[in-house]
């Protein structure tokens, strides 16, 4: 019920993209439309390895308990790395690790401007402390300058999935302050962190059935 009413949110939302156009060889193909795709996972967990691989398994793990339902972890299921937009489309929401340097890093990138582009809800879970934590000033400011903040070898891997004109983070930067959030501490008591995912279930399955927050604002 959740999912079909989530699809009927898409429909009415999903807006038109041309195919990726890239380096020599061909990007990866456009994935077909939310109404289309099959819904393979009920989560795509978007990470910054270096930051999160841990607490992105437990994240994964938690919520597989949660929902009953397969959850896509890159480390267990992206097997042909031309395949990450398509995974991401097969999802029904992505959840989002928010860390510090997340919205840095070229693939997590990819993932949220497909999410955008084919009308994937976007939770967050935000990291309120250890080494790092997410500023949500900071985020928005490093996605303003993607010339700056990113090495000429992480925009290049972003032009390979199609994605030619780093003024297209403005798209991100439109929606990224609106997404449902949950704040998180991977540091504190089973009863806490019970309740907290139990709180992401809640906002998962929101945003299953209503679609992304920020294309109702």
């Not at 997590?108 to 250890?130: D, Q, R, Y």
């Not at 949950?182 to 504190?188: M, R």
Request: glycine share 4%; net charge negative; aromatic share 6%.
């Amino acid at each position: 019920m959740a999912r079909q009413c989530w699809l009927d949110a898409v429909k009415r939302l999903i807006r038109t993209t041309p195919p990726d156009v890239g380096l020599e060889g061909g990007a990866p193909p456009e994935p077909r439309s939310p109404q289309t795709e099959e819904k393979k996972w009920a989560a795509f967990v978007s990470h910054f390895k270096w930051e999160a691989a841990t607490d992105a398994r437990y994240v994964k793990e938690k919520l597989q308990e949660k929902l009953q339902q397969p959850i896509f972890i890159d480390s267990d299921d992206l097997h042909v790395l031309t395949k990450l937009k398509t995974h991401v489309c097969q999802s029904d929401v992505l959840v989002l690790v928010q860390t510090k340097s997340v919205l840095t890093r070229p693939y997590c990138l990819v993932e949220l401007i497909t999410a955008c582009k084919h009308g994937v809800p976007i939770v967050g879970v935000c990291v309120s402390n250890g080494p790092n934590p997410y500023n949500r000033v900071e985020a928005e400011a490093s996605l303003s300058d993607l010339d700056e903040t990113l090495e000429p070898g992480d925009q290049e891997q972003l032009r390979s999935y199609g994605i030619h004109d780093l003024g297209e983070a403005s798209y991100l930067l439109s929606c990224i302050p609106k997404i449902i959030s949950v704040p998180i501490d991977f540091s504190a008591s089973e009863n806490v962190l019970e309740a907290t995912f139990v709180d992401l279930k809640d906002k998962i399955d929101t945003a299953r059935c209503n679609g992304p927050a920020w294309s109702r604002l």
